[in-house]
Structures are given as C-alpha cells and as structure tokens.
C-alpha cells in the first residue's frame, strides 16, 4: 500500500495547529 | 493490561504507524537487571496522527533539560523497547554519541523522522531512544534485522542525513545479541 510520507517541516507545521486545514 | 487503541482523530493526519512514548530512570545503585528495567519504565502515551503526536511531546520535558540518568523511548505501539521483545530479537541499533547541548535537538530530528518515514526500510524501525547521562548523551535507532546489511546502511545514511550532525561524530552499530552478552 502506500506509505504515508512526512517530511520535518510538514510535521513541525502541524506542531501548534490542533485542527487540520 | 489493556489498553484503548489509538486512533486519529477528525481532520487529523494519521501517521503511518503508531507510537509511544515511553521514561525510563535508573534508580542510583542498583543493577540493571531485566526485571528492574521493566520496572522502571513507565510508558506515557500512544498516538496515532501527527497532531496527537505534537499533544504529548509539547508537555513532555526535552532530553537537554532532564538531570541523572535518564532515557525517553519511542516505539511503535506494540513493541516493548527491550531487547527481549519478538521484534527486536533479532535486531541491532545504532548508537550516536553526542556532547552534551545537542541531544533535544537531535531527538527531535530523530523522532520527526521516524514518524515522517524517511527511512524508507519497509517495516524494518523499531523504534529510538535518546540516553541522558552524566558526561555525554547517547541516541540510539533500532531495527528489526541486525543482518540485513543494505537495511542498516540505509538507516545510517538517513541519520547522516536528518540529524545533520558534526562531521566528526562517530556512529556505531550494535547488534542487541552483542548487548546482552557485554552488559
């Protein structure tokens, strides 16, 4: 299957947002 | 125990696998047998999706700040970090040591990779722990298959790579059979 790939900004991104956009 | 599974919640990104959290602390003076060691790891959390990732890692003290001897794991939610674990059996990890200011940045690199999948060795990770201790701060990858050559090449180059590291850092492969026999 596929593979759910992140790279560090994407996740540091996330870092203070709770709720996806 | 039993324990609710971690799902991600609405809107959130799930990740690829999921992970705990786990401290761990030597108490001074005593052994580090099997059964004090599972004694003294406390597991804080799993999550599932990036966002439940950042809740717990937001609250959690950084590596650099922690005093005594002192380690946090993270694995994926299922394997115990020890080395008695099926998954890790047959494994090995390797070990970065690092001077002492470098060790929340670097754990932080190192966990952001592992939850992003940059490793890109199929099922291979196990999981990482970040080592306080007095004089220098150890980090440490673990994979399932200690033999299989082209996977810890590949895990070593990534870490080179995501942990941008001086050029002088040396990095060793350990396999946990050798572990247990020198511990």
Known sequence: GTRIIYDRK??????????AK | ARRKMA?????????????????????????AST?????????????????????FYSHMIRPGDLTGHSDFHLFKDGIKPMWEDDANKMGGKWIIRLRKGLASRC????ILAILGEQFM????????VVSVRFQE?????????????????RIRDTL????????NTIMEYKTHTDSIKYS
């Open chain 2, 137 to 153: 701060d150890i980090l440490s990858i673990w994979n399932k298959t200690a033999s299989d050559q082209a996977t810890t090449a």
């Open chain 2, 160 to 167: 080179r790579r995501v942990l941008n590291l001086p050029p």
């Open chain 1, 10 to 19: 994407f996740l540091l991104e996330r870092r203070s947002s709770p709720v």
């Open chain 2, 121 to 128: 060795v199929g099922e291979e990770i196990c999981g990482a």
């Open chain 2, 107 to 110: 754990w932080e690199n190192l």
């Open chain 2, 7 to 31: 799902v991600p919640g609405a809107g959130e990104h799930p990740l690829q696998f999921n992970y705990s959290l786990w401290y761990s602390r030597r108490t001074p003076g005593r052994p």
């Open chain 2, 35 to 55: 059964q004090s060691y599972e004694q003294n790891i406390r597991q804080i959390g799993t999550f599932a999706s990036v966002e439940q990732f950042w809740r």
